[in-house]
């Protein structure tokens, strides 16, 4: 739960940015684009900032919730990045949501801290893991908007609203192919140096199995994709199914251990 000895900076910064996260998710319609933008923004560099602190500012922690803190916080820079080329990307309130949840929940949740006498390759290990979280679930993001585009499509909407839905679809493909490659990489680190980077060897935990469950469903989707032209709604839950393992993984084991077991993993 919440560390007593938490300081007033990382509880100042934390509320600051999950604030900062909210005003565009709960006022979206009130938000014009400038201003929106801007809270954003804002939001983001206190996020940037709670993260720094979190990991330089005293003994690092881990756990499930500083997990989708920083996954959030990816998520919200792929968003700032893409927004440079494609202006009418529109999910800022969904993203501020996003960011505003994680924000709140990591300063709840710290998770455990990091041993001083774990691998040197630790970090490099976690920032595998944490990057392929961040490009799935970008991914994610991008799926829900082309399914809210396809919906407006049959519906009739104004079809020059918003990014092209063949345009939204290759984006959603490009980040599920990098977070499979990231995922990849991060499984073969766990198998080959697991004994190195956790002190144990690698065996078939609940963590283990749902990535392995998770890359196997992305493997499927990609190779799909390529053979088959896989798209639309049924890329969309294998996509959806694969983030949701994926999830289950880490945040998911160590949300059990952390909170409903109450003890480190």
């Not at 801290?113 to 691998?119: D, E, W």
């Not at 908007?145 to 345009?167: F, N, V």
């Not at 945040?251 to 993993?265: C, D, I, K, N, T």
Request: no cysteine.
């Amino acid at each position: 739960m919440i560390l007593p000895s938490a300081s007033p900076v990382s509880w100042l910064l934390a509320l600051s940015a999950a604030m900062a996260y909210a005003a565009p998710a709960v006022a979206a319609a009130r938000f014009g684009g400038k201003t929106g933008r801007t809270a954003l923004w804002v939001a983001w560099g206190l996020h940037a900032a709670v993260l720094a602190y979190s990991l330089l500012g005293g003994a690092p922690h881990f756990g499930f919730a500083p997990a989708l803190s920083m996954t959030a916080w990816l998520v919200l820079t792929v968003y700032a990045v893409e927004r440079q080329m494609f202006p009418e990307l529109q999910a800022r309130w969904l993203l501020g949501a996003l960011g505003s949840v994680a924000v709140v929940l990591a300063l709840l949740f710290p998770g455990q801290p990091l041993h001083v006498n774990a691998s040197a390759w630790l970090p490099l290990h976690l920032a595998l893991g944490i990057a392929s979280y961040g490009l799935f679930a970008a991914a994610v993001v991008h799926a829900w908007l082309m399914t809210r585009a396809e919906r407006k499509i049959r519906q009739a909407a104004d079809p020059h609203s918003g990014i092209p839905l063949l345009t939204l679809e290759r984006l959603t493909f490009r980040f599920v192919m990098a977070g499979f490659v990231l995922l990849t990489a991060t499984l073969v680190a766990g198998w080959l140096f697991g004994e190195t980077l956790y002190g144990r060897a690698w065996n078939w935990e609940h963590k283990t199995v749902f990535s392995v469950l998770s890359w196997i469903t992305f493997a499927v989707l990609l190779i799909g994709r390529a053979r088959f032209g896989w798209r639309g709604r049924s890329a969309v839950r294998v996509l959806y199914a694969g983030a949701g393992l994926l999830l289950l993984a880490y945040v998911g084991s160590r949300f059990v251990l952390e909170v409903v077991l109450g003890r480190a993993a």
